[in-house]
């Protein structure tokens, strides 16, 4: 074994332990702080390494127990500087042990396999090699997938999957090498670590696949029960909803929202001025949405609310959403249907609501003075 190379590698892991800690973590203002904490536990460890050869007969690739030990204090940093919960913070700290773990190794068993001889050397060449052709592709996916779905299930049965196979992939690796000192050649170890890693790869692979997927799925739902024009929930959210506020229990009330002549906004403006008009109003009822409000667009120019706040109505039978320039609110006729007392299901509770809503509208046109014109 030759110091020099020996130190050589440990630097060379550190300064590719620091470059990931500083590419994946959120805090970029640590940069400094980083290489100063690799530095010092670099200098630290080099120190041991070289006071333990000179004491005991130790190689890497033979009974490396003690250097895979140490090495694991070479990343601690990204349990104190990487953000988020500590749930993520574990799952990076093994993903990144687990790669620069596997290309040492698999440097380390390529030489051994070469040659028996100034070994440290042509470690430290395959090393850099490897690291030179797979570090940049490691972050690229780290940043695009593997850490956005860590960040996004944070807390999750998702978060839990992920950290579980960060950890178990950082055991089959410690554990193929304190099992590779048994005697076989070693081709069948090089052999034996690519399938180790093949299968970590590949799992790693279909894990973040199935987030995709199961992404994808939640976005499609999302979109399936969202009026795409509004942004509002839409028939199917609404139906949804009202199981869920049943489930949870007590009393809430069904709102039923019309537009007041609606029609000749879009006569006298144009369709385009009408989808602004719609927009506008939906984003006036959002403001109103808090904990236990949420609405709907029915179709055209009728919306729906849920809520248990019996003062809503009146809330919004004020309303006046400012519209587009030149473009006058012309006022929201307002129905009301509260449960029990009105009915249980939604046909129920439209039907009060929505002779509720005739009820004000006629009431508004009579105290305005206009003919009664129901539209």
């Known amino acids: 074994m030759n110091p020099l190379f020996d130190n050589l590698i440990v630097i060379e892991l550190s300064c590719a332990i620091t470059y990931l800690a500083c590419t994946l973590g959120r805090r970029r203002y640590a940069l400094k702080t980083h290489i100063l904490i690799h530095a010092a536990i670099t200098a630290v460890f080099l120190f041991i390494m070289n006071l333990a050869t000179k004491e005991v007969s130790l190689q890497y690739g033979g009974e490396t127990v003690f250097w895979m030990l140490a090495g694991c204090a070479l990343i601690t940093s990204l349990l104190f500087f990487y953000g988020g919960g500590w749930g993520l913070r574990v799952t990076v700290f093994f993903y990144v042990l687990c790669y620069v773990l596997s290309i040492f190794t698999a440097a380390n068993r390529a030489a051994y396999l070469i040659t028996n001889t100034s070994m440290s050397g042509l470690t430290l060449l395959i090393q850099t090699v490897l690291y030179t052709g797979s570090i940049r592709q490691f972050q690229q996916f780290s940043q695009e997938k593997f850490i956005r779905f860590l960040s996004e299930a944070a807390g999750s049965r998702h978060q839990r999957l992920l950290l579980m196979q960060t950890i178990t992939s950082f055991v089959l690796i410690a554990a193929y090498n304190i099992l590779m000192v048994s005697i076989c050649s070693e081709l069948e170890k090089l052999l034996f670590l690519f399938l180790l890693l093949f299968y970590i790869v590949q799992t790693n692979l279909l894990l973040v696949f199935y987030l995709q997927t199961d992404e994808n799925k939640q976005e499609f739902q999302l979109m399936a029960a969202t009026d795409p024009l509004t942004g509002l929930g839409n028939s199917v959210a609404l139906v949804d909803r009202l199981h869920e506020m049943q489930k949870e229990g007590g009393a809430f009330s069904l709102l039923f929202m019309d537009l007041d002549s609606f029609k000749s906004v879009n006569d006298t403006h144009g369709h385009r001025a009408g989808d602004a008009y719609l927009i506008r109003f939906a ?70 609501a929505d002779r509720d809503m005739y009820r004000h509208k006629r009431e508004r046109r009579e105290a305005d003075g206009r003919p009664e014109r129901l539209d």
Do not use: H
Request: aromatic content about 8%; some cysteine.
């Open 283 to 352: 984003q006036a009822l959002k403001r109103l949405g808090g904990d236990g409000t949420f609405f709907f667009r029915k179709s055209g120019d009728e919306f729906i609310g849920l809520t248990r706040d019996r003062e809503l109505a009146k809330a919004l039978k004020a309303l006046r959403p400012e519209m587009e320039p030149g473009i006058a609110f012309l006022g929201v006729s307002v129905g009301c249907a509260n449960t029990p007392e009105d009915g249980e299901t939604l046909a129920e509770l439209l039907d009060v």
